[in-house]
Nanobody, 116 residues
């Protein structure tokens, strides 16, 4: 059974940084493209960053230059380094395998709150 656990959120002041992590189990992590997603109150979940099995990365336009996605295949973990945080980055952040949105593999997510 696939499990995705995302600790690492919290409260941070605007302009600050946070590093999220997502530990995966129950799947062959190293062959999967992974993504970080966020869901703000009243909005749909959206992808903010993705990383291929080979390490190629993509970001939503609003995150480019501030967020960095990375992975450690030895630890079955994907990370999201978030810098220069803004109030509008407040959301619940999730990780998932790219393309698995309908497979019921979403974890609990982690709340990120950016205070002004």
């Amino acid at each position: 059974q696939v499990q995705l656990v995302e600790p690492g959120g919290g409260l941070v002041q605007a302009g600050g940084s946070l590093r999220l992590s997502c530990a995966a189990s129950g799947m062959l992590f190293r062959i999967r493209a992974m993504g970080w997603y966020r869901q703000a109150p009243g909005k749909q979940r959206e992808c903010v960053a993705a990383i291929s099995s080979a390490g190629s990365t993509n970001y939503s336009d609003s995150m480019k230059g501030r967020f960095t996605i990375s992975r450690d295949n030895a630890k079955n973990t994907v990370y999201l380094q978030m810098n220069s945080l803004k109030h509008e980055n407040t959301a619940v952040y999730y990780c998932n395998v790219v393309g698995w949105a309908d497979r019921g593999t979403w974890g609990q997510g982690t709340q990120v709150t950016v205070a002004t």
